[in-house]
């Protein structure tokens, strides 16, 4: 679901634990779990470790919520998928084959189904139509996961997240411990994109209408910066502005704030 920006194809080179190679898997469910969110579950032999020409790769693994993949789309109308040429470190050669059409996605989770990935459908867009007429057998291309960080252990949590962030939201509250207490802002999902959070009982989540209203709820809570970690995702202009005020208003120390720009309006 989480779109990220072009620089993803360069980020993988040195934050992926193995070299970069593209792995061709198959839709083996699709759902519509909203009236705009689409789940694919993907799944293949070389989602499991796999030798080929080259080398022998690992079994494709993901143990952070925030973990991600870029998935390569086929050219519209065609059932072709253009991937990009390694490089001799890993990574891929620049620039890019016009052709290569990709966008990078949080991983829901990864179980013996297979790889599970949600896909916001946009009026228009590669990816939105893709998903729009995925059927069980269809290939994709997929890369990763990149792993993500960790998050400190604090007493307390403040995650903030729009649209984009709510794959990672949800399975940044199903890992939290019953212990942790803390606060879930949701930006802007809007009807058609809400998604339930199984969360412990001392999370609170509310949800935002707009930038302006998360800031308003920002600036309204009690909070303690010394005992807790803020996770900020989504928007760039939201999580950078989100983040100023939590450094500047709200004396929060630059180590207890993680913030993630996943796209640009």
Known sequence: MTVRNRRAI????????????????QVAHCALISHRLVRLVLA????????????????VTSTGFDDVVILFFP?????????????????????????????????????????????????SGIASDWARQAESGMSIGVVGPRVSRALPRLPKILAIGDATA????????????????????????????????????????????????AHSLLAGMDLDPDRTYAWLAGESGLVTSLRSHLLSARDFAKDHVQCTGYWRI
């Open 10 to 25: 360069s980020r993988f080179r040195t934050e992926t634990q193995h070299p970069t190679i593209v792995r061709m898997l």
């Open 75 to 123: 050219q519209p109308g065609s059932e072709r998928i253009t991937v990009p040429k390694t490089s001799g470190d890993g990574g891929f050669a620049r620039p890019l084959d016009p052709n290569v059409i990709f966008r990078e996605y949080t991983v829901r989770h990864l179980d013996e189904a297979g790889l599970v990935v949600d896909v916001v459908l946009h009026d």
């Open 166 to 213: 709510l794959p990672s939201l949800s399975r940044l509250s199903e890992s939290l411990g019953d212990d942790v207490e803390g606060d879930v802002i949701i930006v802007d999902g809007g009807p058609d994109l809400e998604m339930p959070l199984s969360a412990p009982t001392r999370l609170n989540i509310v949800r935002a209408r707009n930038a302006a209203a």
């Open 44 to 59: 293949g032999p070389q989602l499991g470790a796999f030798a080929d020409a080259e080398d022998r790769h690992p079994a």
